[in-house]
């Protein structure tokens, strides 16, 4: 079983920063691509960001140059800086990770969702 733990989101004020982090644990053999979703109430859910294993990353259009994502592959952990953050940012975050296990199975998981909200 593979278990992604987020910490980090708040609320703030527009202009401001937060960081997020999301830790992967469990019977985990390697761990693939990790990134981050959000979802505002009454909107799907969207791609914020997504960092390879080797450190290729992928930006939403609405964040890029704002938004870093970073990760530790020791620690199986991804990380979200979040800078100059508008009220449009204002969502649950999600964690996500292409995970294979050590039963040699490949799929996604999902951390619990962190709430960010920015005022304006």
């Known amino acids: 079983q593979v278990q992604l733990v987020e910490s980090g989101g708040g609320l703030v004020q527009a202009g401001e920063s937060l960081s997020l982090s999301c830790a992967a644990s469990?019977?985990?053999?390697?761990?693939?691509?990790m990134g981050w979703y959000r979802q505002a109430p009454g909107k799907p859910r969207e791609l914020v960001a997504t960092?390879?294993?080797?450190?290729?990353?992928n930006y939403a259009s609405s964040v890029r140059g704002r938004f870093t994502i970073s990760r530790d592959n020791a620690q199986n952990t991804v990380f979200l800086q979040m800078n100059s953050l508008k009220p449009e940012d204002t969502a649950v975050y999600y964690c996500?990770?292409?995970?294979?296990?050590?039963?040699?199975?490949?799929?996604?998981?999902w951390g619990q969702g962190t709430q960010v909200t920015v005022s304006s």
């Open positions: 960092i390879s294993g080797g450190g290729v990353t």
């Open positions: 996500n990770a292409r995970v294979s296990t050590y039963s040699g199975a490949v799929r996604g998981y």
């Open positions: 469990g019977s985990i053999s390697s761990v693939f691509v």
